[in-house]
């Protein structure tokens, strides 16, 4: 069942949708009836079932109630902060870490980014990715968008507010470093986690230096070499597993 985010808090029965473009897409696209039944998430983040009672010129009322499925976000809040990478790298890492539910998406300047941004164009980017983030939303069937934010200094990272921070180094990995990413996560029970991920060619030593000097921790994602658009999944994968199925299973 399709799921759509309205920019309007939902507070009766009846939800009249006025949007034009997910008017077009429910109605004229997807050529729903009456009857027929969608879900809706409104601007509390609550998920509401609606029924479409009728179609009124480019109005589509429905009838709605509040659904008391259990929750597709994760336990914990989680950032995704990676170095600027090529234009369909960057899609499908918002794309991606949308579906694995991180709550916001950072990118940023780094010294061997191999793409930059110029100031006229930051928010036509931007658009675009938010874009990207809110359909992968809708269809992994989240209660939130991501937010999807630019960071033009690299010192900017050092500002986010979140209880672990960690950055991604391949060198922890190439010695063999494997438990520094678990007992991260083990000492921590629902705080808010960092992780950045530099570009195809890493971290200058610098970078490193300053990220650990405030607070971050460097972490080996496993003793294989991994892509900088698979390291974010890898994270969030690993993520969810500690705090969803392993929490299941316990």
């Not at 000097?213 to 969030?236: C, D, F, K, V, W």
């Amino acid at each position: 069942m399709e799921q759509y985010f309205v920019n309007k808090k939902i507070d009766s029965n009846e939800f009249n949708l006025d949007d034009k473009e997910q008017f077009k897409h429910i109605i004229t696209v997807l050529r729903h009836k009456i009857g027929d039944t969608i879900f809706l998430v409104d601007t509390e983040n609550d998920l509401f079932k609606a029924t479409l009672e009728s179609i009124e010129d480019k109005n589509a009322i429905f009838n709605v109630e509040k659904s008391n499925l259990p929750t597709t976000e994760l336990p914990v809040e989680v950032t995704i902060a990676c170095s600027l990478s090529k234009k369909d790298k960057i899609e499908w890492i918002t794309q991606k870490a949308t579906e694995l539910g991180a709550n916001k998406i950072i990118f940023f300047n780094s010294r061997y980014s191999i793409m930059t941004w110029k100031d006229n164009v930051v928010e036509k980017k931007l658009d675009r990715l938010r874009e990207i983030a809110k359909n992968a939303a809708q269809q992994s069937k989240r209660l939130i968008i991501p937010e999807v934010k630019f960071l033009k200094k690299f010192s900017q990272l050092n500002d986010l507010n979140v209880n672990v921070k960690l950055v991604a180094y391949e060198e922890s990995a190439k010695h063999g470093e494997t438990s520094a990413l678990a007992n991260a996560l083990s000492n921590n029970q629902n705080g808010s986690i960092v992780g950045v991920f530099g570009p195809e060619g890493g971290f200058s030593p610098d970078e490193i230096s300053e990220l650990t000097q405030n607070g971050y921790q460097s972490i080996g994602l496993g003793p294989r070499i991994l892509r900088a658009e698979t390291a974010p999944m890898y994270l969030l994968s690993v993520i969810s597993y500690k705090y969803e199925l392993r929490m299941n299973e316990e």
